[in-house]
């Protein structure tokens, strides 16, 4: 096919659980190679997107600096920007430390918690920086579509994909829908 | 006895003096989404899901009584986009994160949210931070989810008699509040058997050690929706009053 859909995919702070379940679409990824090629994805290992992307699916929150810079990047090289699982939804289990202070939170993870040994909080430049609370995506940037749960399951990202694929505007029926 | 009907939606509908829109509505079949309205109690009319245009007006279908002459719009794309944004503002005022509690699958909200076709929260998070009251041997409290539907404290007072709830605060800062000198569960006489503790349409009262009793795929929001569940719930209360 000349002009196959690119898809990229990427994770902000998520478990990666979305990508699995994009994989769970098992052999009917060979239908979907025959109208879509990945771009930017952990699954290609390309690091950047290209210029131009037709669907981004993007999974997970905003917890640090580098997520918001990594969503920034991604909304402006896609077309479609898709917010994919709870996290990046409305932040999903990450969003549970938010009535905690970010201090507390670090202090209990590096100082204070069982098993810990050589405490200390990590502070190397390299590290990005720590928002105070998670976010949703559509926080900061324009999300066109979002597919919920946790993970959505692989039919719907089966959905999503063949819908745009073929020129529809994707729609999920009730079954798929669940947050998740 | 003289037929009285009101319009939903150009379809006739009959009611008794006395009845609300929602009332009328339900005895015909007709769901008109709502969280913090059950037959079971008195209307309350604050969550404003149930709105409906009457005669060109909104008006709270719940608390609204019916008469005649009414020409009632309930399910049309202007309200339901309305009742949209309001599950929106309820996620967003509250910290519902479906994947990690226990009410998921069964919870009202969640499925109003399936029934108005809402994908994405829109707004902007409150991440609200609220009290959680483990304190009670078999009831846990986590006002997390709370949306201030008041059904608790209407069970508590109506059916149980005992007053364990209570809203205090104004608008924003309306909250729920448990009718004991610390203000903890385990100080009054609440127990997991009252009907205010089978009535929370959220994850805010959970009955301890029941957590994820029905696995995913056998819970009630994953094959029927809200208003399916809903009308069978309305009409069999609704019967057995005018029975």
């Avoid at chain 1, 879509?36 to 929150?61: M, N, Q, W, Y």
């Amino acid at each position: 096919m000349a002009n196959k859909l690119k898809v990229a995919t990427t994770s902000l702070a998520g478990c990666f659980g979305c990508h699995m379940s994009l994989l769970d679409i098992d052999e009917r990824l060979l239908d979907l190679c025959e109208v879509a090629e990945f771009d930017r994805s952990p699954l290609t290992d390309i690091k950047h997107c290209s210029e131009t992307v037709d669907i981004g699916l993007i999974e997970g929150g905003l917890c640090n600096a580098e997520n918001v810079h990594t969503l920034r990047e991604f909304r402006k090289h896609c077309r479609i920007l898709v917010g994919v699982g709870a996290c990046a939804l409305n932040g999903g289990i990450p969003a549970l430390r938010n009535h905690i202070p970010l201090q507390e939170c670090l202090e209990e993870a590096y100082l204070h918690g069982v098993g810990v040994e050589d405490a200390q909080v990590p502070n190397d430049p390299e590290l990005p920086l720590l928002l105070s609370k998670v976010h949703p995506i559509h926080e900061v940037v324009k999300v066109d579509y979002f597919l919920p749960g946790c993970p959505p399951s692989a039919d719907v990202f089966w959905k999503f994909l063949t819908d745009v694929a073929a020129g529809k505007e994707p729609e999920l029926p009730y079954e798929l829908v669940h947050y998740d | 006895m003289k037929p009285y009907h009101i319009s939903i939606d150009g379809q006739a509908v009959p009611y008794q003096p006395g009845q609300t829109i929602m009332e009328a509505a339900t005895a015909a079949g007709i769901y008109i989404p709502h969280l913090c309205h059950n037959p079971e109690f008195k209307p309350h009319g604050s969550c404003k899901l149930c709105t409906v245009k009457v005669n060109g007006r909104s008006a709270a279908a719940c608390t609204m009584p019916a008469g005649e002459g009414q020409e009632i719009q309930n399910n049309t794309p202007e309200l339901n986009a309305t009742r949209r944004a309001i599950t929106r503002m309820l996620f967003v005022e509250g910290n519902h994160i479906c994947p990690g509690c226990e009410k998921t699958g069964n919870c009202q909200l969640q499925a109003v949210g399936y029934y108005v076709g809402m994908l994405d929260t829109h707004y902007p998070h409150f991440f609200p931070t609220r009290r959680v009251d483990a304190s009670h041997p078999d009831v846990m409290l986590d006002l997390d989810r709370c949306i201030v539907c008041e059904l608790c404290v209407r069970a508590s007072r109506d059916v149980d008699g005992k007053n364990v709830f209570g809203l205090a605060g104004r608008g924003l800062q309306t909250r729920l509040v448990v009718n004991s000198a610390s203000g903890l569960l385990k100080d009054t006489d609440f127990s997991a058997g009252d009907k205010a503790a089978q009535v929370c349409p959220v994850g805010a009262i959970l009955i301890k050690r029941k957590g994820y009793e029905v696995p995913i795929g056998e819970r009630i929001f994953d094959h029927h929706t809200i208003g399916e569940v809903s009308l069978e719930h309305d009409q069999a209360v609704l019967g057995a009053d005018h029975g």
